[in-house]
């Protein structure tokens, strides 16, 4: 089971740090997302890393204010987003991937709760 968390509301230019808290297993060699869903908008593809925390990709929407890390000691990953705009509210998810694209949903299961993130003009 996952469960996302730090979300909230923040101005424009603010920051907010996500964590994703896994139990029931270890994530440690499994590749690692968030994904975000505003209303009336399909789930996207926002940044993942790999198993080991050494690789990392984030959409473009998000590159150069968002940083993905994880500590497989702690069974958890982080989203750090800096720099947030209006256009970063969403629902925020995380979940885990053992195989396929790291940008595709579908390739990702289990899904934890989202947390929500609202941002301010």
């Known amino acids: 089971q996952l469960q996302a968390s730090g979300g909230g509301l923040a101005q424009a230019g603010g920051s907010l740090r996500l964590s994703c808290a896994a139990s029931?297993?270890?994530?440690?060699?499994?590749?690692m997302g968030w994904f975000r869903q505003a209303p009336g908008k399909e789930r996207e593809f926002v940044a993942a890393t790999n198993w080991s925390g050494q690789f990392s990709y984030y959409a473009d929407s998000v590159k150069g204010r968002f940083t993905i890390s994880r500590d497989n000691a702690k069974n958890t990953g982080y989203l750090q987003m800096n720099s947030l705009k209006p256009e970063d509210t969403a629902l925020y998810y995380c979940?885990?991937?053992?195989?396929?694209?790291?940008?595709?949903?579908?390739?990702?299961?289990?899904w934890g709760q989202g947390t929500q993130v609202t941002v301010s003009s």
């Open positions: 979940a885990t991937s053992d195989s396929g694209s790291y940008s595709l949903p579908r390739n990702y299961a289990p």
């Open positions: 029931g297993r270890s994530i440690s060699t499994y590749t």
